[in-house]
């Protein structure tokens, strides 16, 4: 099958979050399965920069009045999937985030930026397509490419099926309905049957209203999206559409995320000797400024600081962790009220927390290595990968049971435990359970079990690449 994989963000060309983990491992994934995957991503300066050996496939003039962009095509590094570039530098050359510019805002013409990446998907799933390869499936992920189902459904002509993943239904991309006429949408799709949501076009209701079928990245989200409390407003028509609705969890790219040959690393280690992973923790110690104690329990967060990651609860209960002896190593950036609470925890505690409020890949893998108990007590978490990168790195994690937390992590009551989950969203609970995780890791032996079920646990992406190929097979 051809299958056209639509993402605004890809790993390792550009990345904000777990959406550019995931496409970069499940195209190659099901590339591996035999599929005729390709991606479509736009022409960001660190994707023109990185990209080698591009080569011009087309010109296209995408709506009415607005200048000729270009399509690109070139390999993934490392992988080799095939990628086309949507090279539009009035839109796509701009300094600092994809979605975002310096201080936090949106850029005021994301519709446009990614309204074009959707008309573009559409148009490489129809008998229009202007390159010699046309899709049978178009896969799109997340509210940036939700209006590539409906412009396949308002067109004509033969078309792909599509399937909309969705990776965070809080992040729907709603705009002002004047955007209409510029996307070359028709004023009749404005409806609650249509791309209308409260009021404005929605990308993402788009994608749920129009695709072939609706996938999310964990089943517990599959069921958690279709509640008032958790549907972001979508719940109705995700209910409607129950039947069509699926939850397939995310994997890991085992090679990227593997102690044993991890290329941040410098001591290496698995499963048949953790040593230099202690090892690795007295660096890190060192590296961040805390006191370098091999017994103190070290805490890790990699995180987008946001209120979904629930880091907010953390510090509530932080201070009694800390004066019990406990270190902890946060690496994240978001929201300023978070990051500067950190930052003055960290002033707190000189030797005793560290934060780092930066994007740093490198970092995140030697924290994630280093610390002995990976936090993660989300409020909502559609997947997460996290927990699932500490688990292959015998850092337990601490989750909340919730979306594909629930789904990856198996509590240590369990003989096959593989880290420590919690209910309830409050500071208390989060606070008993990193209790646990910590007189856990002091015990030693229960401890060195939930490492191992953990670094043993297939998070591979085989098995979740196969159902989404079943999944287009249904379809084709
Ligand atoms: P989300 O996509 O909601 O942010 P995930 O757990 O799915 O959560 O994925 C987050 C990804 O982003 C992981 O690869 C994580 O290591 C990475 N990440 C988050 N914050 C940072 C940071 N400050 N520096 C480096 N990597 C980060
Ligand atoms: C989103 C979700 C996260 C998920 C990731 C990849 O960013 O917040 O839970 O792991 O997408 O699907």
């Known amino acids: 099958m051809k299958i056209l994989f639509v993402t605004s963000e890809v790993h390792p060309l550009i990345k904000t979050g777990g959406l550019a983990d ?131 459904q308002l067109t004509p002509s033969t078309h792909a099926k599509s399937v909309m993943t969705i990776h965070n239904i809080a992040f729907q991309g709603n705009f002002d309905r004047d955007w209409l006429a510029p996307l070359d949408l028709p004023q009749s799709c404005f409806d609650m049957h249509g791309v209308e949501f409260h009021g404005y076009l929605s990308f993402l209701k788009a994608g749920l209203h129009y695709a072939d079928r609706i996938v999310t990245v964990s089943p517990t989200y599959a069921h958690e999206i279709q509640s008032t409390e958790m549907g972001y407003g979508m719940q109705g028509l995700l209910t409607v559409r129950n039947g069509d609705v699926s939850g397939i969890l995310n994997g890991i790219d085992e090679q990227e995320w593997d102690p044993a040959t991890d290329k941040y690393l410098t001591l290496r280690y698995d499963s048949s000797n953790l040593a230099p992973k202690t090892a690795g923790k007295l660096a890190l110690q060192q590296r961040l400024g805390l006191e370098v104690d091999e017994k103190a329990p070290l805490l890790g967060v990699v995180s987008r600081l946001t209120y979904q990651k629930g880091l907010d609860m953390l510090l509530e209960c932080l201070p009694k962790l800390l004066d019990g002896g406990a270190q902890l190593a946060v690496l994240g950036s978001g929201e300023s009220d978070l990051e500067q609470r950190y930052l003055q925890l960290a002033q707190r505690y000189p030797g005793r927390v560290s934060v780092t409020v930066r994007f ?37 994690p601490v989750v909340r049971r919730t979306g594909g ?72």
């Open 405 to 476: 937390l629930a789904d990856s992590v198996t509590d240590a009551k369990a003989p096959d435990g593989t880290g420590f989950v919690f209910d309830e969203a409050d500071p208390a609970a989060l606070y008993r359970s990193v209790v646990r995780a910590i007189e856990c890791y002091r015990d030693g032996k229960k401890f060195r079990s939930i490492q191992l079920n953990g670094m043993r646990r297939d998070v591979g992406w085989r098995g979740s690449a196969q159902r989404y190929v079943d999944l287009y097979r249904t379809m084709a």
């Open 22 to 152: 995931v496409s970069g491992a499940l195209p190659a994934a099901l590339q591996a399965l035999g599929q005729d995957v390709r991606l479509l991503i736009p022409g960001y300066i660190p994707v023109l920069d990185k990209l080698k050996d591009k080569r011009t496939v087309a010109a296209l003039s995408v709506f009415a009045g607005q200048p000729e962009v270009r399509l690109l095509s070139a390999m993934m590094p490392e992988t080799g999937v095939p990628v086309y570039v949507l090279d539009a530098p009035q839109y796509y050359c701009r300094v600092a985030g994809p979605y975002q510019y310096e201080l936090g805002g949106d850029w005021p013409d994301n519709a446009m930026r990614f309204g074009m990446l959707s008309r573009v998907a559409a148009l490489l799933g129809s008998d229009a397509s202007p390159v010699a390869w046309q899709a049978d499936i178009v896969h799109c992920n997340d509210w940036q490419s939700g209006l590539a189902p409906a412009y396949l």
């Open 360 to 396: 740093d890949e490198g970092l995140s893998h030697q924290v994630m290595a280093g610390v002995d108990i990976f936090l993660m007590p989300s409020r909502f978490e559609p997947c997460g990968l996290n927990q699932m990168y500490g688990m292959r790195y015998g850092t337990p």
